[in-house]
Nanobody
Framework: QVQLVESGGGLVQTGGSLRLSCAVS????????MNWYRQAPGKERELVAG????????NYADSVKGRFTISRDNAKNTMYLQMDSLKPEDTAVYYC?????????????WGQGTQVTVSA
């Protein structure tokens, strides 16, 4: 059974930090591209950051570059998002996403989300 479980969300003041985790089970984590998305109230879900299966390459939304850092530990089947210098506009539900390509079939898995609220 595929499971992606996010944790680490919460309420923080502007300028503060949070570290999100995504613990994965039920599929081969080390062969999966992993992403963090977020969705604010009334807005579409947006890609925040992504990391390749070996962790060798990352990408970020312009709005979080220099403030957020994505990483993964393939030995622990876990992905992280270190969020620093948080702003009220970072308030959203953050979702963990996994993408796998197996025999030409693309599989897309999602976590349940974790709420991040940044107070002004």
């Amino acid at each position: 059974q595929v499971q992606l479980v996010e944790s680490g969300g919460g309420l923080v003041q502007t300028g503060g930090s949070l570290r999100l985790s995504c613990a994965v089970s039920g599929f081969t984590f080390r062969r999966s591209v992993m992403n963090w998305y977020r969705q604010a109230p009334g807005k579409e879900r947006e890609l925040v950051a992504g990391i390749t299966s070996d962790g060798g390459s990352t990408n970020y939304a312009d709005s979080v570059k220099g403030r957020f850092t994505i990483s993964r530990d393939n030995a622990k089947n876990t992905m992280y998002l270190q969020m620093d210098s948080l702003k009220p506009e970072d308030t959203a539900v953050y979702y963990c996403n996994a993408v796998r390509q197996v025999a030409g079939v693309r599989y897309n898995y999602w976590g349940q989300g974790t709420q991040v609220t940044v107070s002004a």
